[in-house]
T-cell receptor, first 114, second 111 residues
């Protein structure tokens, strides 16, 4: 099992450009999440999808959109990138239900917006 | 609003020098407290989940404990390969699936 995979690993954009970050998991998890990580601020939730067909805003959703393409895939789109969106982006997934809520993370996408 | 504070921000240890990391939290009705390890340039790696005060979990040189207000991650006789950033996160009763993370403690273990 590959676990959670993300593409691309690195990306440099100019202000105003758009791009989509891709995420896929092969653990048959119901729920998927997008976080950003900035120095000294910890991981902050951007959007999440509790199950296929549903998406909800997290703590910092402005400037982003998401699509839950199917059970395996959850993408994050920046429509008009801004320097404030320079960050490391992590996708995660978890099982829904039961008593285990731990999330499993991908390797991250390092995005720089100039 | 759920809040998580980790201390210290950074910790430098000699190999074999045991120490503890602290995670203080404010959440009404804790559903779970999670510890992760993150190596430079990589995603967080799950270590432990604690669900109720008094619970303890161990993995190799790491032991996590939980009280009603804080959690400790004890590192016993650390080795250089234990060098990483350790992250703590909490999940409240109304935030199903959503974790509130602390900023982390960066641990460096020197030979």
């Amino acid at each position: 099992n590959a676990g959670v995979t993300q593409t691309p690993k690195f990306q440099v954009l100019k202000t105003g450009q758009s791009m989509t970050l891709q995420c896929a998991q092969d653990m048959n998890h119901n729920s998927m999440y997008w976080y950003r990580q900035d120095p000294g601020m910890g991981l902050r939730l951007i959007y999440y999808s509790a199950s296929e067909g549903t998406t909800d805003k997290g703590e910092v959703p402005n400037g982003y959109n998401v699509s839950r393409l199917n059970k395996r895939e959850f993408s994050l789109r920046l429509e008009s990138a801004a320097p404030s969106q320079t960050s490391v982006y992590f996708c995660a997934s978890s099982v829904r239900g039961g008593t285990n809520y731990e999330q499993f993370f991908g390797p991250g996408t390092r995005l720089t917006v100039l | 609003e759920d809040q998580v504070t980790q201390s210290p921000e950074a910790l430098r240890l000699q190999e074999g020098e045991s120490s503890s990391l602290n995670c203080s939290y404010t959440v009404s009705g804790l559903r779970g407290l999670f510890w992760y390890r993150q190596d430079p340039g990589k995603g967080p790696e799950f270590l432990f989940t604690l669900y109720s005060a008094g619970e303890e979990k161990e993995k190799e040189r790491l032991k996590a404990t939980l009280t009603k207000k804080e959690s400790f991650l004890h590192i016993t006789a650390p080795k250089p390969e234990d060098s990483a950033t350790y992250l703590c996160a909490v999940q409240g009763p109304d935030s199903w699936g959503k974790l509130q993370f602390g900023a982390g403690t960066q641990v460096v273990v020197t030979p």
